[in-house]
């Protein structure tokens, strides 16, 4: 009978982690003791070590019960791990708390008895974090704000990676990567362990995430100032989740004054309507003045048209549209090891968006020999996007020296705007097989009632079961892995994106958010003010 009914709730906890979005708390369980710290799943029962009575605690996963407790091994204990038969204990080793005079040590132990069988120095002083990955330690220091591979047999630092933000904490192993927990940021990041790349990112369920531990159910957090410990989805449905819900009136204005002395003939002017998207609902689309007529470019960008056959010396031809949305922060739930293969990619997606055309110049070899150093797994959608991000990470500068280069002069130099690092990148990522196009929007600059001139644009690449999704390379170039992970994936809620396109259109041209064209009778100088005035919707 108890055997059935916990067969009933785990299928229940498992058809609600189905339905639930990754992040999202499952289950939530009290922790047995009020300043517990570490925690680790033995594959049976949670372990637990409090800092404050120097105790350990194994408890039972389906109430909390304590089954056996034991004195710790330290007198400052701050974390655990299980490596299959022996529990691992990490102390601070405090020989003076008001000196802060510490070091740390790693404790292995019995988890029968509690007898201590062994204790390496761990690698730093200030060790918060640990999990076992099959074969070696790892621990995260708070006090370096790195974490480190180490030898469980005398302690030998394998690798060293940089933390991906200031305060790590709690680390745990999921078979493949990492996870750590940050205090400050109240965050969760799931780590390549070859290089740290941040791989996802997940709120923490509560103020103060310190322990990590994954169990067959997914990744737990034990919160110190809650009291408890909660399981998060990780695997879960969904691509994305939205957050930050932002109500914004938007009005884009073109603006066209011939200072002449000369005559513009066949002014046309062309305005990029947005659509709903992952990022945005669009609520409605007014005009000034009615467009001529609406047309679509071969990238299905919709555009409205506005005309003027003669604009003479000192005339002004203005164009406005006015957007209310709801616009949000978006972000990517992404796991390399579901990615697919390039194969699974639609063919119409694979026809249209892997075309050469003239800003990428895929064939050169600049482009050709960048692709070939960058990417390290050829058939993995994801990794394709993510290397040819951390090459040109590590390679270029974010600089706004007017013109739009062509990709392998862009790359060559090393420097770029925006539209530049978007050329460079889907011209390599058109090269190693994966479709990529650009997304072109206008931002909001600080308040909530402000004005843009200089717009953003940033790169989508198409990967298997998430359909398109965010890069924005040029944004890559932060000092924390965390902070280079928020570009790969992820939007903030800043912007109302008018256009999609794969290239050049043959009414936007190169541009995005507005583009004109005329002609004229004799020497014209024009005065062109492309603008996008923001106010808080309602």
């Known amino acids: 009978m108890k055997k059935s009914i916990l067969c009933t709730i785990l299928a229940l906890i498992f058809s609600l982690s189905l339905l639930a979005g990754p992040g999202e708390v499952l289950r939530k369980l009290a922790l047995p003791s009020p300043c517990s710290t570490g925690l680790a799943f033995d594959g049976t029962a949670f372990w637990t070590v409090d800092r404050d009575s120097d105790m350990l605690y194994r408890f039972d996963p389906a109430d909390g019960r304590v089954l056996a407790e034991f004195q710790a091994p330290g007198y400052f204990c701050t974390a655990l791990a299980w490596d299959g038969q022996g529990l691992w204990v990490a102390d601070m080793d405090f020989t003076n708390t008001s000196a802060e005079d510490y070091c740390g040590k790693i404790y292995r132990l019995d988890p029968q008895s509690g007898r201590t069988l062994k204790v390496i120095m761990a690698p730093a002083a200030d060790p918060q974090g640990l999990a076992w990955d099959g074969a070696s330690l790892w621990v995260s220091d708070n006090g370096t704000r790195e974490l480190f591979q180490i030898s469980p047999d005398d302690g030998t630092t394998i690798r060293t990676l940089k933390a991906p933000a200031g305060d790590p904490r709690g680390l745990a192993w999921d078979g493949s990567y990492l996870w750590l927990a940050d205090r400050s940021r109240d965050?969760?990041?799931?780590?390549?362990?070859?290089?740290?790349?941040?791989?996802?990112?997940?709120?923490?369920?509560?103020?103060?995430?310190?322990?990590?531990?994954?169990?067959?159910?997914g990744l737990w957090v034990a919160d110190y100032q809650q009291d408890e410990i909660a399981q998060v989805a990780v695997f879960a449905a969904g691509a994305y989740t939205r957050s930050k819900e932002r109500n914004a009136v938007i009005t884009v204005t073109h603006d066209v004054i011939n200072f002449g002395p000369g005559t513009v003939t066949d002014l046309d002017v062309y305005l990029a309507l947005p659509k709903n998207r992952s990022t945005q609902e669009i609520l409605a689309v007014d005009f000034t003045r009615p467009p001529d007529g609406k047309q679509t470019d071969r990238w299905d960008q919709e555009v409205a048209c506005f005309g003027r056959d003669v604009l003479k010396p000192g005339e002004r031809f203005v164009s406005k549209m006015k957007v209310r949305a709801k616009i949000y922060e978006v972000m990517y739930h992404l796991f390399p090891e579901k990615a697919g293969s390039l194969r699974e990619i639609?063919?119409?997606?694979?026809?249209?968006?892997?075309?050469?055309?003239?800003?990428?110049?895929?064939?050169?070899?600049?482009?050709?020999?960048?692709?070939?150093?960058?990417v390290s797994h050829p058939d993995n959608p994801y990794w394709i996007a993510r290397?040819?991000?951390?090459?040109?990470?590590?390679?270029?500068?974010?600089?706004?020296?007017?013109?739009?280069?062509?990709?392998?002069?862009?790359?060559q130099r090393g420097s770029g705007s925006c539209s530049?690092?978007?050329?460079?990148?889907?011209?390599?990522?058109?090269?190693?097989?994966?479709?990529?196009?650009?997304?072109?929007?206008?931002?909001?600059?600080?308040?909530?009632?402000?004005?843009?001139?200089?717009?953003?644009?940033?790169?989508?690449?198409?990967?298997?079961?998430?359909?398109?999704?965010?890069?924005?390379?040029?944004?890559?170039?932060?000092?924390s892995p965390r902070d280079q992970a928020m570009y790969f994936g992820h939007?903030?809620?800043?912007?109302?994106?008018?256009?999609?396109?794969?290239?050049?259109?043959?009414?936007?041209?190169?541009?995005?958010?507005?583009?004109?064209?005329?002609?004229?009778?004799?020497?014209v100088q024009l005065r062109l003010e492309m603008i996008a005035d923001w106010e808080p919707g309602e």
């Not at 923490?204 to 169990?215: D, I, M, S």
């Not at 892997?354 to 895929?362: G, M, Q, S, V």
């Open 346 to 374: 639609p063919v119409d997606v694979r026809q249209r968006f892997l075309a050469d055309d003239d800003k990428y110049r895929i064939q050169d070899p600049v482009i050709q020999a960048a692709v070939k150093e960058a």
């Open 387 to 411: 290397d040819i991000y951390d090459y040109l990470r590590e390679r270029m500068i974010y600089k706004r020296i007017g013109g739009w280069d062509v990709a392998p002069t862009v790359l």
């Open 187 to 217: 965050e969760m990041y799931r780590i390549e362990p070859r290089t740290g790349r941040v791989i996802m990112i997940l709120p923490a369920p509560g103020p103060y995430p310190w322990g990590l531990a994954w169990t067959k159910d």
């Open 491 to 523: 939007l903030d809620n800043r912007f109302l994106i008018t256009t999609e396109g794969g290239g050049g259109s043959e009414y936007l041209k190169w541009d995005y958010n507005t583009s004109e064209s005329w002609k004229a009778d004799g020497r």
């Open 420 to 479: 530049e690092y978007t050329f460079v990148y889907i011209a390599m990522c058109r090269a190693a097989g994966l479709p990529a196009r650009y997304a072109g929007s206008v931002v909001v600059r600080g308040e909530e009632a402000c004005f843009d001139f200089v717009y953003h644009r940033w790169v989508e690449v198409y990967l298997p079961g998430w359909g398109w999704v965010p890069v924005d390379p040029s944004g890559g170039d932060q000092d």
